[in-house]
């Protein structure tokens, strides 16, 4: 996976200038898959792929305006159709446009290109397994939420304290299969898990594929497929992002198995009275690598 990252960068860099890179074509010549490489991508640069791309092609750009260049030539050799939307690109990386870096020699802000490497340590113990689920539904109470990777997700808080009390004994008397108890899940997420980007969260139960659901709950069908199971405790939710954050950087790159389209769940075992601490199970959906 390190080493399909660092051909992915060197192909952007040969890119910069001459149109889109195919990254299902790059993914299958590494022995992965276009949506295990943007996550991976983006969990370990802690930036998505895409941002990556526009700020690498930005910095190389700020030699051609620097230089004097026409502006619209600079605008095509990079991609875009207007120098309006160059100028748009440049001042979301730089924070000014192109003429008051023309006219003022800055500021510039630089975006050097990425190096992935592995660190061995062997100190952390990851307590995983890895189960194989038939159908089942999930369902709950779902709302569209926007992303947040540190902290508590505010959307998400609101969207649960607006459930009432009884609404949480109803949903856990449905539940019915494996992952057991009250889910948070997380569905229709951006590949390139951008922070802000927008997904549905669902606040409920897995039932069986046949089982009945209420009229008034939202569904999430859910096909058969692996999951890889990662059990957590400590601090809520820091320990549980931390758990997230490691399957990439420590558990991906060691094991056989990539990320595949579908939901994730995280499944609340036991928790403090006030939420501050929780034994958690991280649900990924995963396929041989």
Known sequence: MIGALN???EVIEEHLTDGEIVLAD???????TEYHLRRMFSSLAGM?????IRRRRMTVAASDVLEGRDLLDVAVRFGYGSTEAFTRAFRSVHGVGPGDVRRDGGPLRSQPQLRFRLTVEGNTTMDTRIADRPAFRLVGHAARVPLIHHGPNPHIQAHIASLPPEEHVRLKALGDTAPTGLLQVSDDVDPDYTE???LTYLHGVAVASGAAVPDDLDVIEVPPGTWAVYRSSGAYPDELQATWAATAAD????????????????????????FSTATTELWLPVERA
Not at 252 to 272: C, D, H, I, K, Y
């Open 196 to 198: 802000g980007s927008e």
């Open 48 to 52: 998505p792929l895409s941002a990556y």
């Open 7 to 9: 051909r992915l960068v």
């Open 26 to 32: 790059l993914a299958s010549d590494a022995g992965t």
């Open 251 to 274: 558990w991906f790159p060691s094991n056989p198995w990539q990320l595949r389209p579908g939901p994730t769940m995280v499944a609340v075992l036991e928790r403090a009275d006030d």
